[in-house]
């Protein structure tokens, strides 16, 4: 286990490759016109610099906005949950489901779902808050924790693990990583030797898996 750049381990591990990107437009605790001017600092934007993606998103406006702007040409409309309505039969050397799994009311049915895009040398990558990461604990003893808008459910380690593994799919790695926004901040710069040292404690859970092979 690691304590990992999200967003730098993403893009070196879809440099060069075919990716679909669920949830790509990110930024879902903001409004659509703050999701669209953020378009460029957003994971999306540095995938698309060094991959061939296809986004799917649920945003209407903004992915019409985008395409009308010349922003992205490359994200679909479409619902996660029900991925087997995607107009589309190709198939993926990687897919990223990044900070999406814990918004969903039945995060089962994404994981199903994106099997038909899937080989089996096809890594499923998932990034999601990570329910027992040091700071938000604290957050939470202190009075200031927050969940996000959309949030409805929290994972740690062992459950989704559990989860992959009902849904047909084997874990490869667990990591813990950062966002790129908290390698901003003083406090992070001043801690993040002791994340490296325990990455057990980090905020944000990174998992590889793969579809099962004795399926």
């Not at 999200?6 to 437009?25: E, P, S």
């Not at 096809?122 to 924790?145: A, D, K, M, N, Q």
């Not at 959309?150 to 992959?164: Q, S, Y």
């Amino acid at each position: 286990m690691q304590y990992l750049s999200r967003d730098h381990f993403i893009v070196d591990r879809a440099r060069g490759k075919k990716i679909l990107h669920l949830g790509c437009v990110g930024f879902a605790d903001l409004d659509t016109d703050d999701r669209i001017s953020r378009a460029s600092e957003s994971l999306h934007y540095s995938l698309t610099q060094v991959a061939e993606v296809t986004g799917v998103d649920y945003s209407h406006e903004a992915i019409n906005y985008f395409r009308r702007q010349g922003v992205f040409d490359n994200v679909v409309f479409g619902n996660v949950e029900q991925l087997e309505r995607l107009d589309t039969n190709e198939t993926f050397d990687l897919i990223v489901a990044g900070d999406i799994i814990e918004h969903l009311s039945s995060p089962g049915l994404m994981l199903d779902g994106l099997k038909r895009f899937a080989m089996p040398s096809t890594e499923i990558l998932i990034t999601t808050p990570h329910s027992f990461g040091i700071l938000g604990f604290l957050r939470y003893v202190f009075g200031t924790f927050s969940e996000g808008a959309e949030h409805v459910m929290t994972f740690n380690m062992e459950n989704i693990r559990n989860l992959l593994e009902r849904h047909g799919f084997e874990t490869i790695a667990i990591h813990t990583c950062y966002q790129k926004n908290a390698a901003q901040a003083r406090l992070f710069r001043m801690g993040r030797a002791f994340f490296e040292r325990f990455p057990k404690y980090g905020g944000t859970l990174l998992v590889l898996a793969r579809i099962r092979k004795d399926l």
